[in-house]
């Protein structure tokens, strides 16, 4: 149960094609542990080899830096050794950032390592020919020659509190924009962001490590606060010279930005940007970047050229310009489900809808403009399973499936349009990874190494129900059953939630899910539920708990409730509930909104007032604090301490700089004051996901124990 990595855990990672399509490359353990190596399956010779491990950098293991940590935290990665590397795009250089320094392949299969400095360099990314790598250090932005070595600095000067070439909090927690720098086709410029957090409100994040104290002084945009102040730059390679691009006056004045995109000549600059209530989204186009602009003026123009507005919240699209024709790709939900466009790329204007009907698109995965066709992933045919799909570039139509399998799909294509890997499994079959030639046709395989004693295991797959949600909805859940039951026999439930916006966890695809299997093994019946709120299921379904988060949630969990107690297994007086962040504040609440429904429940970071979170997300959601007092009001958990009755175990670690300890420890107070009991583990060397594992570990085995003892 609490074995680290799970079986089936060792997928393929960071799945890339070599520029010149011979290698498909990935990042994968020699030792069935968390420690990632750089490997490479030749599509000639069907064979795979071992490329680059970490040891053979013969870098001293260091902590990592305290930048590298938390991109790592946005990023989500709980992987060591080798966590990622970027191709060039025309010249077959490879760059690997490890333990603080950047080390090259370069064209001649010879290692190179091209920085050793004490400050850490963040986020190396070659250009298109492979010759330079930029880089962020100290705040600035750098490149360095691939051949001789050469450093040029070219941003200098930035204050304390302002850097040059990293996205910001909002940035990569909420937005998905995890860079802050973009070269240009030509590799002659940089377009950049300067980020500015001086005015941004500071939150004291403290813990202890090593046997001291450490305290942090986090800019954290609290929801209601000040934003980061953002430019966009451009830099000129061989002259230094930066000019910054004037946003047009369109809309809100404050705005979000990404979704960077250089024109494939490179005479056009796009990006989108967000109003900061994320109601309005402008695709926004710069012509002739590259030259100075008239007058000497230290601004470059820009042009608003699309805009999509809604009375909830737009996000940014995907955003791919042809290479073939003046056009590019987008997705709109103006259909009230996400589809496909093809815009003029200078007027903007629409010139066809690639997709359409009531099912949604997920991205864009691939191009192929030779043979006219899109690929994207899609849940098309069910909510529970994603599949790839290609559309035509000419003209409308019903696309065409091409992955055949059921379950779930994620497609990584080459972009000289040489074939694509599918990566795949469900619910009944393990993890696969076929490598498929441009017809689709399999030509081999990545390997996905299962664990040894996996048979003795006795995994079992979950079954999918539907539910009737409180608002008359169809809702998909998961149940796992215990191993034998007794007929006549009642077992006691615990349900698993996050059921928050933009997380979709009931699926059609395999997980060994441990935790799951071991609580059945004791006895206990396992229960999911995605309810109102979760994508895949059109605008309406998604954006219905906008102004109120947890209330439509907590009544969709509620109608899960009322299924299960229609089981003739289940016991509804022993229901336990058990959720982390979002989960977290959902299991809080269902423990203090619905009392008499649940005995026993566990909170893992909860976010228990909005009013503390961040801007990005919370204001998407609720708007701000003045604008939406009551929305706040009711999702603020503290207010509801006296109606707790059941058991009630909450787990936060110290250090966490996402959902901070600030709202366990007002949970506390008003636990206190009203004269509750409750439990409490705290981490604290710990950040939002448990990165070490005796932490993992350990909160599994508590949680295991408090549902066994308490239900």
Not at 113 to 132: A, F, H, N, W, Y
Not at 193 to 205: A, K, M, N, S, T
Not at 366 to 386: I, T
Request: hydrophobic share 35%; proline share 7%; glycine share 10%.
């Amino acid at each position: 149960m609490s074995a680290w990595p799970e079986p089936g855990w060792q997928v393929p990672r960071s799945i890339a094609y070599s520029p010149d399509a011979k290698w498909v490359t990935f990042l994968q353990s020699e030792k069935h542990d968390d420690e990632m190596a750089l490997f490479a399956f030749d599509r000639q010779s069907k064979e795979v080899r071992l490329l680059i491990r970490g040891d053979d950098l013969s870098v001293p293991k260091e902590p990592l830096s305290r930048d590298e940590e938390l991109r790592r935290e946005r990023e989500r990665k709980r992987t060591k050794g080798i966590t990622s590397y970027v191709w060039a795009k025309r010249s077959p250089v490879l760059v690997i950032p490890f333990g603080g320094d950047i080390f090259a392949r370069r064209s001649d299969s010879t290692m190179v390592r091209l920085t050793e400095t004490p400050d850490p360099e963040i986020d190396p990314q070659p250009c298109d020919s492979g010759e330079r790598v930029a880089f962020v250090r100290k705040g600035e932005l750098w490149t360095i020659d691939v051949a001789t070595r050469k450093e040029v600095e070219l941003t200098k000067g930035a204050p304390a509190g302002v850097t040059r070439g990293l996205s910001d909090f909002n940035g990569q927690e909420e937005f998905h924009e995890h860079r802050g720098y973009f070269w240009s086709p030509k590799c002659d410029r940089i377009a950049y962001l300067e980020v500015d957090e001086r005015g941004v409100e500071q939150v004291p994040i403290l813990g202890f490590r090593d046997g001291r104290a450490d305290l942090m002084m986090q800019r954290y945009p609290v929801t209601g606060g000040k934003n980061p102040v953002t430019r966009i730059g451009i830099v000129e390679i061989a002259t230094r010279r930066a000019s910054f691009i004037r946003l047009p006056a369109e809309g809100s004045q404050e705005k979000y930005l990404g979704r960077f995109a250089w024109a494939p000549d490179g005479r056009a600059l796009f990006f989108q940007t967000l109003s900061r209530d994320q109601r309005r989204r402008e695709l926004v186009r710069v012509d002739d970047p590259g030259k100075s602009p008239a007058g000497g003026a230290a601004s470059l123009a820009a042009k608003v050229i699309s805009t999509e507005t809604s009375p909830t919240w737009v996000a940014f699209s995907d955003l791919w310009p042809l290479e073939r024709s003046a056009r590019l790709l987008f997705t709109s939900d103006r259909s009230g489900f996400r589809h496909i466009e093809m815009l003029d790329a200078t007027t903007g204007a629409r010139v066809s809808e690639l997709t359409s009907g009531k099912w949604d698109v997920g991205s864009i995965e691939g191009v192929d403009e030779e043979k006219g066709r899109v690929f994207f992933s899609a849940a098309k045919e069910s909510p529970l399973d994603v599949h790839v799909y290609a559309a035509k570039l000419s003209e409308p139509g019903e696309p065409t499936r091409i992955t055949p399998e059921p379950g779930v799909h994620e497609a990584i294509f080459d972009p000289g349009d040489k074939g694509w890997v599918d990566l795949h499994s469900a619910v009944d079959r393990t993890p696969r990874a076929v490598v498929r030639d441009a017809e689709g046709a399999a030509v081999g395989y990545l390997p996905c190494p299962l664990d040894a004693d996996l048979p003795a295991l006795g995994v079992r797959t979950p079954e999918f129900v539907t539910v009737r949600g409180a608002g008359g909805d169809t809702l998909y859940g998961s149940l796992l059953r215990p191993r034998n039951l007794v007929a006549g026999k009642r077992y006691p439930v615990v349900v698993m939630v996050y059921g928050g916006p933009g997380v979709q966890t009931v699926q059609n695809h395999w997980s060994a899910r441990l935790l799951w299997e071991h609580l059945a093994d004791r006895g206990i019946v396992v229960f999911e539920l995605d309810n109102r709120g979760t994508p895949s299921r059109g605008r309406a379904f998604e954006s219905a708990t906008h102004g109120q988060l947890g209330k439509l949630e907590l009544a969709d969990q509620l109608a899960g409730l009322d299924y299960l107690e229609s089981l003739p297994f289940v016991d509804p007086h022993r229901i336990g509930i058990y959720g982390h962040s979002y989960g977290g504040f959902m299991a809080a609440l269902a423990m203090l909104r619905a009392p008499d429904r649940f005995r026993v429940g566990v909170a893992g970071s909860p976010v228990v007032d909005f009013r503390l979170y961040d801007t990005g997300y919370t204001e998407r959601y609720m708007g701000t604090p003045s604008g939406n007092p009551t929305g706040y009001t009711a999702a603020d958990l503290t207010q509801f301490a006296p109606s707790l009755k059941g058991k009630l175990f909450v787990i936060h670690a110290l250090m966490d700089e996402n959902v901070h300890f600030q709202n366990t420890a007002g949970l506390i107070d008003a636990l206190m004051a009203a004269g509750k009991k409750f439990d409490l583990l705290v981490f604290p060397a710990e950040r939002h996901g448990y990165q070490s594992p005796s932490a993992r570990k350990y909160a599994l085995e508590r949680v295991v124990d408090y549902f066994a003892q308490n239900l």
